[in-house]
């Protein structure tokens, strides 16, 4: 079973910044290479949806509401996943999943919320 746990989620005012950590404890750092790593959001009412993925190899993706003002980025030696969040909006609040996927097989975080509001 992978586990991932999320931080840094919290209450900003629109236009502010967040930093959201996944970190993988029990996973190898062999093993933690192999997986895409992703965040995905769910707010209020809505379906989960995707905000970032970044592969073994560094490609990233993302959805086009968050693209200019999110970046993805890993750290394999710490296997942790990172989302650095800009120009926030009250639209961007949700809980927010770190997922891995590897094969198809996707495991989740518990989640961390972050809510934009003034």
């Known amino acids: 079973q992978v586990q991932l746990v999320e931080s840094g989620g919290g209450l900003v005012q629109p236009g502010g910044s967040l930093r959201l950590s996944c970190h993988a404890p029990?996973?190898?750092?062999?093993?933690?290479?192999?997986?895409?790593m992703g965040w995905y959001r769910q707010a209020p009412g809505k379906q989960r949806e995707l905000v970032a993925t970044i592969t073994a190899g560094r490609s990233t993706n993302y959805a086009d509401s968050v693209k200019d003002r999110f970046a993805i980025s890993r750290d394999n030696s710490q296997k942790k996943t990172y989302l650095q969040m800009r120009s926030l909006k009250p639209e961007d609040t949700a809980i927010y999943y770190c997922?891995?996927?590897?094969?198809?097989?996707?495991?989740w975080g518990q989640g961390t919320q972050v809510t934009v509001s003034s």
């Open positions: 997922s891995a996927d590897r094969d198809g097989l996707i495991y």
């Open positions: 029990r996973m190898i750092f062999s093993v933690f290479t192999g997986y895409t």
